[in-house]
C-alpha cells in the first residue's frame, strides 16, 4: 500500500505515541507539543518584545515563550511587565524582564549591550511598544503629534538601531514592527497615530528591502481594533464609551474587535523559520477591515 504523505515525509510516527491528555504533562504539555510537531517552534531561541508588558505584546510574549523562546520582556512600565514574566514563568516558559522606555536612545544601547553580552545577538526583535490617540489636526497639538511620534517611530527605530547589526552579522533574524489597519489606511480622528503607524509600514518595507539578502527578514503587522487597555483608553476618550465600543466592532467586516492571541499568532508564524521567504511583508489582521467595502 502506498504511505499516505505524511508517513512518506517521516511524519507516521507521530500516530503511533498514545495520546496524552494535555493536562496529565502540566505547564510542560505546550513545549512536548512543539517536540512533537516542531512547525511554528521558536525552541532555543532569543526574542525580545517591547511593550510586552500589556496587551498585544503580552500575548506575543507569551505565545513565543510557548513555543520555546527565551523572552526579553521589554517595557516602560515594570509592574507590567514583570507581570508578563510571571505568568510565562507559572507556564513553565523563560522569561525576563528588562526596564525600558523606547524613546530614550542611551538606554536602548545598554540594553544591548546587556543582552549581547548575555545571549548574543536576538534571533527576533518584536517592536510592539505604542501608543495612541484621538483627534484631527484641529484637535491634536504639535506636543500630541510629537509624543506619538516619538514613541511609536523614533522608539522603533532607537531599538532597531542597536539590534540589528549583530543579526546582520550573524545572518539571520526576524524584525516584526506592529503597524496598524491605520499605517495602510486613512483612519478618521486619528490623525498623529495614522501618520505614526503610515511610518511603521513604510520603515518596515524599507528596512527589509536595505538588508532582503543578509538573512534578516523585516515584517509588519496590521490589526484591526484588538480589545485590549490601548483600545479601552481610546473609548475613554469618547463621550460616549457605549456607542463608540459598537462603532469600533462595526468597522470589522465580521462585526467584532480582535483579541490579542489573534495577533500573538501571526507574530508566531513571523518569527518562526516557516516564514522563511516572507520579508518585506505589511500582514492585514483584521477581520476583513480592508477587504473592500462593507
Ligand atoms: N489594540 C489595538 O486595537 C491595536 C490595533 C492596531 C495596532 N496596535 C498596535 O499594537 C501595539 C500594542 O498595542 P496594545 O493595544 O497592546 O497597547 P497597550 O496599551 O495594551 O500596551 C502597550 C504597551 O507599551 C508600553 N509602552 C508605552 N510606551 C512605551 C515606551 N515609551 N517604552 C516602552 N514601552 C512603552 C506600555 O507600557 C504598554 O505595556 C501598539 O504599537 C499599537 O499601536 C494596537
Not at 508517513?7 to 512536548?32: D, M, N, Q, T, Y
Not at 553580552?117 to 510629537?146: E, I, K, R, W
Not at 467586516?253 to 500573538?264: D, S
Request: net charge neutral; aromatic share 6%; glycine share 12%.
Amino acid at each position: 500500500m502506498r504511505p499516505t504523505l505524511a508517513e512518506a515525509e517521516g511524519c507516521g510516527k507521530v500516530s503511533k505515541i498514545p495520546a496524552i491528555h494535555p493536562r496529565a504533562l502540566g505547564p510542560f504539555h505546550l513545549r512536548l507539543s512543539h517536540y512533537l510537531f516542531p512547525m511554528f517552534s521558536l525552541a532555543g531561541k532569543t526574542a525580545l518584545v517591547t511593550g510586552a508588558g500589556s496587551g498585544i505584546g503580552a500575548a506575543i510574549a507569551e505565545t513565543f515563550a510557548q513555543a520555546g523562546a527565551l523572552v526579553i520582556v521589554a517595557d516602560v512600565n515594570a509592574a507590567g511587565g514583570n507581570e508578563t514574566v510571571e505568568t510565562i514563568r507559572r507556564l513553565g516558559g523563560q522569561a525576563v524582564f528588562a526596564p525600558l522606555n523606547v524613546t530614550d536612545e542611551a538606554g536602548c544601547v545598554s540594553l544591548a549591550e546587556q543582552v549581547h553580552g548575555q545571549h548574543g545577538p536576538l534571533d527576533v526583535l518584536v517592536n510592539n511598544a505604542g501608543v495612541g490617540h484621538v483627534g484631527t489636526l484641529l484637535t491634536t497639538s504639535g506636543s500630541d503629534f510629537d509624543r506619538l511620534y516619538a514613541i511609536n517611530v523614533r522608539g522603533t527605530f532607537n531599538v532597531t538601531k542597536v539590534f540589528l547589526p549583530s543579526m546582520l552579522a550573524r545572518g539571520r533574524g526576524s524584525i516584526i514592527n506592529l503597524s496598524s489597519t491605520a499605517g495602510l489606511e486613512g483612519l478618521k480622528d486619528r490623525l498623529a497615530y495614522g501618520v505614526t503607524k503610515h511610518a511603521i509600514t513604510g520603515f518596515t518595507r524599507c528596512l527589509a528591502l536595505d538588508h532582503a539578502t543578509s538573512g534578516v527578514r523585516v515584517n509588519c503587522l496590521c490589526p484591526g481594533r484588538v480589545e485590549t487597555p490601548f483600545v479601552k483608553a481610546r473609548l475613554a476618550e469618547y463621550p460616549d464609551p457605549k456607542a463608540a465600543y459598537q462603532e469600533m466592532c462595526g468597522t470589522q467586516a465580521n462585526g467584532r474587535m480582535g483579541q490579542p492571541k489573534e495577533i500573538a499568532a501571526a507574530a508566531l508564524y513571523l518569527a518562526s523559520d516557516e516564514s522563511s521567504f516572507v520579508t518585506g511583508s505589511a500582514l492585514s489582521i483584521d477581520g476583513g477591515w480592508t477587504a473592500g467595502m462593507f
